[in-house]
């Protein structure tokens, strides 16, 4: 079992900056895909970025390119989401989530994660 608590969401004003981060307990994250998710009032929980258990590999969703980092501290058990250039429309609850680290390539398919947090609230204004 994998206990994962978010924290760090909040409300900004376009163009701002938040990063999330994601505590796990329980099991350690360094043989988990970690990845970070997010659902919008009315729509699909869609995949935001992931990070790998091996070599750290990383993918991030179009959206998310250029301005998310998704990175990791082992020792910590932590995994966190650098949030830059924020536009309203990623206005979500975001939430992180692991799967089993099998496999080179990191999910993302929300199906094939088996723990996730609670969620953490990101509201960004015009």
């Known amino acids: 079992q994998v206990q994962l608590v978010e924290s760090g969401g909040g409300s900004v004003q376009a163009g701002g900056s938040l990063r999330l981060s994601c505590a796990a307990s329980?099991?350690?994250?360094?043989?988990?895909?970690m990845g970070w998710f997010r659902q919008a009032p009315g729509k699909e929980r869609e995949f935001v970025a992931v990070?790998?258990?091996?070599?750290?590999?990383?993918d991030y969703a179009d959206s998310a390119k250029g301005r998310f980092t998704i990175d990791r501290d082992n020792t910590k058990n932590t995994v966190y989401l650098q949030m830059n250039s924020l536009k309203p429309e990623d206005t979500a609850v975001y939430y992180c989530a692991a799967a089993p680290g099998m496999g080179w390539t990191p999910p993302k398919d929300f199906a094939q994660y088996n723990y996730w947090g609670q969620g953490t609230q990101v509201t960004v204004s015009s």
């Open positions: 329980g099991r350690t994250i360094s043989v988990h895909h």
């Open positions: 990070s790998g258990w091996r070599d750290r590999i990383t």
